[in-house]
């Protein structure tokens, strides 16, 4: 019998409807339920691709005695975290904060008050590696709170009390300028990894964030240093098992330094992320290695991501069944040399093997390797090599494929617009931006009412029932702002300028601060608030690059007020921790760049038009923006009072309250995008 998750839109809640545990989704009636039997809330958190929290599912909460204990003394409340991240982060505190570390699936024992005095992570069935089993855990509370009520309660309140007092330590006085971002870029280096790329040891995630910040700051200062962090570290991800060479796209991270083995998961964010990446490191340097990636990565979230409404699909499951119907992870993805002779044949088979780096022992586990492109030795011929390909990715067709999460995140969907629409202009693939265009038009469609309130996600054209965070409105604001620019289209940044609207008036605190849930958001025990980046830009980052690009296309004093305030944070922290506030310190760099507001006017058809515009489109100033259209069109404030040079088409730039002269040669406007 199903329980009460069945009419929940998360795919993660629905994996859990047919459990024997009686679940509750995250609600004021779940509370209600455990006051009125006088028991406390059992709160497990988890996402559908995360791969130990499927092993808990199948070993707990599918085990009927486990269910039965969990039923009779717990009410207990399933969260998706990517549904639900107020309430992920709020707890996830709690429990890094009393253990020292965190993970899901996250285990939190709760009052009725939502207070929680009990944590942990992964439980297993029995005692093993010093960890108690989910059922001693189980008995364990249930006889604390029948025996030692007072004491649990004591416990409660002081967490609550100690996460309400840990106001945010802000500290920046003004805004971050030349000297934190030189400071920032020292710190980068001392944590580089110079033999492998990237910042670190293992588990080595992809850095996308710290990459855009190195990529703006060679284009503001000429720093060879900062382009070759970037540049290397983006090719030892590109050659390494961490991206598929058969179907492109980024999985999650390296268990390894050496981007080797992966957690084989594939996430919307991180590809849209590292698109976007790709694409600028392309605009650095001209790399072939950078533009394939870049296409491939936006060809494979349009492929295996999209779904029939036109949004795009969270994440692939790291798991799927291996030829034996096992349930393992990477069984999609990996090869062993008898696998590749099946398909190939044993020449072809044997080049393959050499040039993938598969091996008799294997790379992964059983024997069987990641695919990866081994550094050294140019690839002695390039046709055959594509039909190799071509035959193994035909084969691993016919596999098991991995599940997917089908719902659609605001955020999520705004950090693929922007990179589609970009990685579209850049590399004349208009179907890419259509893509882009299409899932911009299902969030103003699905995710967003009439008083442009957003919802966070929507699986299947409806809308689910949890209200917007703060990233959901700053990053799908930065997918507008990018559409804008690259279609024309004025009405995105119309939208875009709805949202932010709701950021200014409430997601702000005092002093410039940002909160991630709304002043009427439902309140948790603690209101959250964090502006270190993470998988994903933090909505305070995030919101500080849109608004300061709004503003830069507005000449919105408020906007640019509030994006300022909001980088303080980036000044304190930037110099101290670079790698988790990355994307802050990008959207610093185009503060200090400006950022350059470029407008380009001409008839739509017109030659001269199109170069100046493609020539606008290729700068690599940092958060530089785009107004194309005719002379006092009114699409853009920035083609306000722009008339014609000459009867021809022109490019009008400017920064920091100061226009150059207007030109009318690409060549010319090229130089003064690099002064």
């Known amino acids: 019998m199903a329980n009460r998750l069945a009419h929940e839109t998360s795919p993660y809640l629905l994996q859990h409807a047919d459990n024997p545990v009686d679940w509750w989704p995250w609600s004021a009636e779940a ?10 809330v059992l709160l497990s958190v988890g996402y559908s691709s995360c791969h130990w929290c499927h092993v808990m599912a199948h070993e707990s909460f ?48 709760l009052t009725p008050d939502a207070a929680p005095f009990y944590f942990g992570t992964y439980f297993p069935p029995e005692p093993r590696h010093g960890m108690p089993s989910f059922s001693d ?31 945010l330590a802000y500290g920046g006085d003004g805004v971050p300028g030349q000297e934190e971002l030189a400071q920032a870029l020292l710190g980068l280096v001392r944590e580089y990894d110079a033999t492998r790329g990237g910042f670190g040891g293992a588990p080595k995630f992809p850095p996308s964030m710290a990459l855009e910040f190195l990529l703006r700051h060679h284009a503001r200062t000429g ?43 594939k996430m919307l964010y991180d590809n849209a992320l590292l698109c976007r990446v790709y694409a600028h490191l392309w605009k650095a340097t001209g790399s072939d290695l950078a533009r394939r990636v870049a296409l491939e990565t936006a060809d494979f979230m349009v492929r295996e991501l999209r779904t029939p409404e036109g949004g795009f699909a969270s994440a692939l499951d790291a798991d799927s069944d291996d030829s034996t119907g096992r349930h393992v992870e990477g069984a999609y993805y990996v090869w062993t040399p008898e696998q590749l002779a ?11 093997a050499a040039h993938y780096g598969v091996t008799e022992d294997g790379t992964f586990e059983h024997g069987s390797s990641v695919l990866q492109l081994p550094q050294g030795g140019g690839v002695a011929d390039a046709d055959r090599i594509a039909s190799i390909a071509a035959r193994l990715l ?26 589609l629409a970009e990685t579209g202009a850049l590399f004349d693939r208009p179907d890419l931006v259509e893509r882009a265009t299409e899932a911009a038009d299902l969030l103003v469609r699905v995710h967003m009412d009439e008083t442009a309130r957003l919802t966070r996600t929507s699986k299947d054209g409806r809308a ?32 875009a300028g709805f949202l932010l609207d709701i950021v200014l008036d409430r997601f702000t605190g005092e002093g410039g601060a940002l909160y991630d849930t709304a002043h009427d958001a439902e309140a948790l025990i603690r209101r959250p608030q964090d502006p270190t980046d993470n998988a994903t830009p933090s909505g305070w980052t995030a919101a500080a690059g849109a608004l300061l690009s709004y503003a830069a296309h507005t000449g919105s004093e408020a906007h640019r007020a509030a994006a300022e305030g909001a980088l303080g944070v980036v000044k304190a922290l ?52 785009l107004a194309a259209g005719t002379p006092d069109s009114e699409e853009f404030p920035l083609l306000k009072d722009r008339p014609l040079v000459a009867g021809g088409a022109a490019a009008y730039v400017c920064r920091h309250f100061v226009c150059e002269a207007p030109v009318t040669d690409p060549a010319a406007l090229g130089e003064q995008l690099l002064g």
């Not at 006051?35 to 406390?40: A, H, I, K, L, T």
């Not at 030892?236 to 981007?259: E, N, P």
């Not at 209200?467 to 939208?495: M, N, P, R």
């Open 62 to 109: 599918e085990d009927d005695a486990t269910a039965a204990l969990v039923n009779e003394h717990f009410v207990a409340v399933k969260v998706d975290r990517e549904e639900r991240p107020d309430v992920d982060a709020v707890y996830m505190e709690a429990v890094q904060a009393a253990t020292g570390q965190g993970g899901w699936p996250m285990t939190v024992f």
């Open 574 to 625: 930037g110099p101290r921790a670079p790698r988790f506030i990355g994307w802050g310190l990008a959207v610093a760099e185009a503060l200090v760049d400006g950022p350059r507001e470029i407008a380009v006017v001409g008839a739509p058809g017109d030659e001269t038009f199109r170069e100046l515009r493609r020539t606008a489109l290729l700068s690599a100033a940092p958060g530089a923006v």
């Open 137 to 167: 855990v189980l008995e364990g509370v249930r006889d604390a709170w029948a025996d030692r009520r007072d004491e649990v309660g004591e416990v409660a309140d002081r967490i609550v009390k100690d996460l309400a007092g840990r106001s």
């Open 394 to 419: 035909a084969a691993r067709e016919e596999r098991e494929r991995p599940g997917r999460d089908d719902k659609v995140v605001a955020a999520w969907n705004g950090l693929a617009i922007a990179a």
């Open 223 to 265: 720093s060879e240093g900062a382009l070759q962090m970037a540049a290397d570290t983006c090719e030892a991800m590109a050659r390494g098992g961490i991206y598929d060479q058969l179907g492109g796209g980024f999985a999650r991270y390296a268990v390894d330094r050496a981007w080797v083995v992966p957690h084989f998961e």
């Open 464 to 495: 689910g029932t949890n209200a917007g965070v703060l990233e959901d409105y700053a990053d799908v604001a930065e997918g507008f702002l990018a559409l804008a620019s690259v279609t024309g289209e004025g009405a995105w940044l119309e939208f």
């Open 31 to 40: 509370f209600e339920e455990a006051r009125r039997r006088g028991v406390p």
């Open 342 to 352: 099946a398909v190939l044949g044993e020449e072809d088979a044997a080049l393959a």
